[in-house]
């Protein structure tokens, strides 16, 4: 009689382990983030790059999408151009997840509109990144939050920069803006020596 009150006890105490454990796991299964994708602007000219957030996950995403060549599809942000215009599904996936984001591309209103060229570009540490601005009333004025800017004019513009990530040149001209897109990435581990990264920009080109 002892012995099946001890079985009993022991299979309650098993039963409530196994509980607690099942109850465990459920709550951190209800703890993880679906990933999520957003993007900076709902339409963009051609030739024009959007900026898409993801969000949740475990942290690591990769990023597709329709006739586009991805030269560098990892972080939690991504920026793309295309030369037509359409609507255009971008893929962001994380932890076995996926979340979809639709940029939508059109003509620009006239061929004088102000435009910033390449819309896209990679560069590592240590490179130049060159932007070109067209339209507008050929007086043009760069910024970005990401240097310290000392001469801002001229058509042309060139910038190091001294930190990796996704960094934003815009231009100005006659109370219009355009934006490009630097995507700024580590240099390569074999790199021997290590490249000055002054943390200014220049301009030039014709006034």
Do not use: H, R
């Not at 002892?2 to 309650?12: C, E, G, P, R, V």
């Not at 599809?73 to 932890?95: E, K, L, M």
């Not at 042309?156 to 490009?180: P, Q």
């Amino acid at each position: 009689m002892k012995t099946n009150k001890t079985y009993a006890a022991l299979s309650i105490m098993t039963g409530i382990a196994f509980m607690a454990l099942s109850l465990g796991s459920l709550g951190f299964a209800q703890t993880v983030t679906p990933v999520g994708c957003s993007v900076s602007a709902s339409s963009v000219s051609t030739n024009q790059a959007d900026v898409f957030t993801a969000t949740g996950g475990n942290g690591t995403y990769t990023w597709s999408g329709p006739n586009l060549s991805v030269t560098n599809s990892s972080g939690s942000q991504f920026a793309v151009s295309y030369p037509n215009p359409g609507t255009y599904t971008i893929t962001v996936a994380s932890a076995g997840e996926t979340a979809n984001c639709n940029m939508t591309v059109v003509t620009a209103a006239t061929s004088g509109t102000l435009a910033c060229s390449p819309a896209t570009q990679n560069v590592t540490l240590g490179q130049t990144a060159s932007f070109s601005a067209t339209g507008g009333n050929g007086a043009y004025t760069w910024s970005s939050p990401d240097i310290s800017i000392t001469n801002s004019s001229g058509s042309g513009f060139s910038a190091n920069y001294a930190s990796t990530g996704l960094k934003t040149m815009t231009v100005s001209s006659n109370g219009a803006t355009a934006s490009c897109i630097a995507n700024v990435l580590a240099a390569s581990p074999v790199t021997t020596t290590t490249p000055s990264l002054p943390d200014t920009g220049g301009g030039y080109g014709q006034q």
